[in-house]
């Protein structure tokens, strides 16, 4: 079974920067995909970034191209997403998610692609 946790969640400034964190086991296969959602507080889960773990290829939400990085380490157990100019907008929980396999264009930054989640970290910008 996949497990991912989330950390680094915390409260900063505007124009700051954060790093958040997962930590993934449980992959029986060299291939799958990780990424980054988040849900601010009456909207629907946002895909915000993710990675492919054989090519490293990204894919971003417009929302966030040129801020957010998404990372995953050598060893492909660890997922971070590196967080640049962070607005109020960016206020939300961020959830690490792990989907086995590939995935076909369009369904990456969605959530229902994915089946394993993490239980979330807070991020709160503030202006």
């Known amino acids: 079974q996949v497990q991912v946790v989330e950390s680094g969640g915390d409260s900063v400034q505007s124009g700051g920067s954060l790093t958040l964190s997962c930590a993934a086991s449980g992959f029986t296969s060299s291939q799958y995909y990780m990424a980054w959602f988040r849900q601010a507080p009456g909207k629907e889960r946002e895909g915000v970034a993710a990675?492919?773990?054989?090519?490293?290829?990204?894919h971003y939400a417009d929302s966030v191209k040129g801020r957010f990085t998404v990372v995953l380490d050598n060893a492909k157990t660890t997922l971070t997403l590196q967080m640049t100019k962070l607005e109020p907008e960016d206020t939300a929980i961020y959830y690490c998610?792990?989907?086995?396999?590939?995935?076909?264009?369009?369904?990456?930054?969605?959530?229902?692609?994915?089946?394993?989640w993490g239980q979330g970290t807070q991020v709160t910008v503030s202006s």
């Open positions: 998610a792990a989907a086995a396999g590939s995935m076909i264009v369009g369904t990456r930054l969605t959530a229902a692609g994915y089946k394993f």
């Open positions: 990675i492919y773990s054989r090519s490293g290829t990204a």
